[in-house]
């Protein structure tokens, strides 16, 4: 049996290697699985096996003519995804070199920017909180920067829990429509500082 299924490999190779595209689809179908389990082994994820999958395949399409069917094909698949994995390794190397003077540049400029924007963020912030009513004001400083629960703030203040979560919700709709209105780039940030 195992020798019928080398005389059927040998002779689907051979169309292969002439060029044969209906022969080469039969290989496609036949080792797809066991070339991925092999591009599966050296890249461990799915979508990097997926496509070291595919390049294997068009390697082999290029380099037909060297396929020898009396040889192992199992052996000369796995050299190709071995030499097409080391090739993609080298190629990141390359580009990761190139780029990371680039990346060094982005960085520093992206963290400038961010920091601007912090501070901008939080600016805007402030004007917001100084634009609410004094009793609104202390419950929404005692919920963000005193960490107080809803139950601990009506008690402090001597006012109901409702009533507390009245003047948060009040307070943060005012905030929103301060940011909206003065920062509209800003109000993802805004977001951010009300949660974090």
């Given at each position: 049996m195992e020798q019928l299924e080398d005389f059927k490999n040998a002779k689907l190779l051979n169309a292969v290697k002439t060029g044969n595209s209906a022969a080469f689809n039969e290989i496609y179908h036949l080792y797809r699985k066991k070339i991925y389990g092999y591009a599966y082994h050296f890249?461990?994820?799915?979508?990097e096996a997926e496509e070291l999958t595919q390049d294997v395949f068009v390697r082999l399409w290029e380099n037909r003519s060297k396929i020898d069917?009396?040889?192992n094909f199992d052996a000369f698949l796995y050299t190709l995804i071995r030499n097409n994995f080391l090739a993609t390794l080298r190629?990141?190397?390359r580009e990761k070199a190139y780029s990371s003077e680039n990346l060094k540049y982005e960085q520093s400029f992206n963290a400038i920017e961010d920091e601007l924007n912090a501070k901008e963020t939080k600016q805007i912030a402030q004007e917001a909180i100084e634009s609410l009513s004094p009793q609104v004001k202390k419950i929404y400083l005692m919920s963000r920067n005193d960490h107080h629960t809803h139950e601990e703030i009506s008690q402090l203040m001597g006012i109901s829990k409702n009533t507390v979560n009245n003047h948060l919700k009040k307070s943060l709709g005012i905030m929103r429509k301060y940011f909206s209105t003065y920062s509209p780039e800003t109000i993802l940030s805004f977001v951010l500082?009300?949660?974090c």
């Open positions: 890249t461990r994820g799915k979508e069917p009396e040889k190629k990141k190397a500082v009300l949660f």
